[in-house]
């Protein structure tokens, strides 16, 4: 050991035993910046990155007042839209006719199941649910409707099976919301109001999730292809005016379509630099150095190293003694 070094040493005994710090006091900071380093904050941790997560999606829902002013549906989906945190525009009914829209929307809303849905516009609607992006095409009591037969036609186009089967007539009341869009983010186990409905035969590609007794109006299809977005659809509209539920049922619809218009959430992949190699460089072992010998004291530093130690030794007996 070189005597400098030693002497450092020696000197340390002389400082007071009150300046010295214990090895759980850590400077604030220190620990701060020593979590920061890590890299491995949770969301939990920091509410911030939680949201790095989410994500706002966009519904363009195509207008329903213009068959009748009172079928004010598309400003019932805009309210819940919007009420969950999302952005939409109503716009009219020949958006349908291009797909000039497609860039600015996750989500198509048809909010009317009475508007006419001519062969071109249902092109459309195929091909934005082959972007992978999700629809709502509002459905009727009676399976003579354009929007009916566009479900149907849809469905089976894209690798699925449905028919429809006939008008239920009555008051179809409770009508049973079922699975999760009865239950996220809010409650709603039945709807208030139903007014003739519209069931039919399906295969698994459909699931349902609005039942009156024994028998089924509203359908879910998810196309074999993954690749595909889904169709949601059910068979009155009337609840969405004049159900109770309709603002909460319409947010859990919402809230169901925007989840199933994006990936699962996933971990933020680590970002490589431009221009820098992906691949692990393969490593080439080197000579391991030969061991540092160790350092015997020069016989002319003995004397020097043992006065140093004396010296240190006489100056701390006489601290402690006072």
Not at 187 to 203: D, E, M, R
Request: aromatic fraction near 10%; charged fraction near 10%; hydrophobic fraction near 40%.
């Amino acid at each position: 050991m070189n005597i400098y070094v030693l002497a450092a040493l020696c000197c340390l005994l002389l400082l007071p035993v009150s300046g010295r710090a214990s090895t759980g006091d850590t400077p604030p900071r220190l620990v701060e910046l020593a979590v920061t380093a890590t890299g491995h904050e949770s969301a939990l941790e920091h509410p911030a990155h939680a949201t790095m997560a989410e994500r706002t999606s966009h519904f363009t829902i195509i207008e329903s007042q213009s068959q009748m002013p009172d079928h004010n549906m598309d400003t019932h989906w805009l309210t819940a839209v919007t009420a969950q945190g999302h952005t939409g525009t109503i716009v009219g009914q020949t958006t349908l006719d291009g797909t000039a829209f497609f860039s600015s929307t996750d989500v198509l809303v048809i909010s009317s199941g009475i508007i006419p849905i001519p062969a071109h516009r249902r092109a459309t609607i195929q091909q934005f649910l082959q972007t992978g992006k999700p629809v709502y095409l509002q459905c009727e009591y009676d399976q003579s409707f354009e929007a009916n037969i566009t479900f149907a036609q849809l469905v089976n186009a894209l690798g699925g099976y449905f028919v429809w089967t006939g008008t239920v007539v009555g008051d179809l009341i409770p009508m049973y919301v079922e699975g999760t869009l009865g239950t996220t983010p809010y409650s709603v186990p039945s709807l208030s109001y139903f007014w003739y409905g519209c069931t039919g035969t399906w295969n698994a590609t459909v699931t349902t999730y609005l039942r009156y007794g024994s028998q089924y109006f509203g359908f879910i299809f998810t196309p074999p292809n993954p690749n595909y977005g889904i169709l949601m659809t059910n068979s009155d509209q009337d609840w969405a005016i004049r159900s109770a539920q309709y603002l909460t049922f319409l947010q859990n619809i919402v809230v169901y379509l925007a989840g199933h218009g994006l990936p699962p959430a996933t971990a933020t992949p680590t970002q490589t630099p431009t221009g820098i190699p992906t691949a692990t460089p393969t490593i080439i072992p080197t000579a391991s150095p030969s061991p540092t010998p160790a350092l015997v004291p020069a016989t002319s530093d003995i004397g020097q190293i043992l006065l140093i130690i004396g010296v240190a030794a006489l100056l701390l007996t006489a601290r402690r003694t006072r």
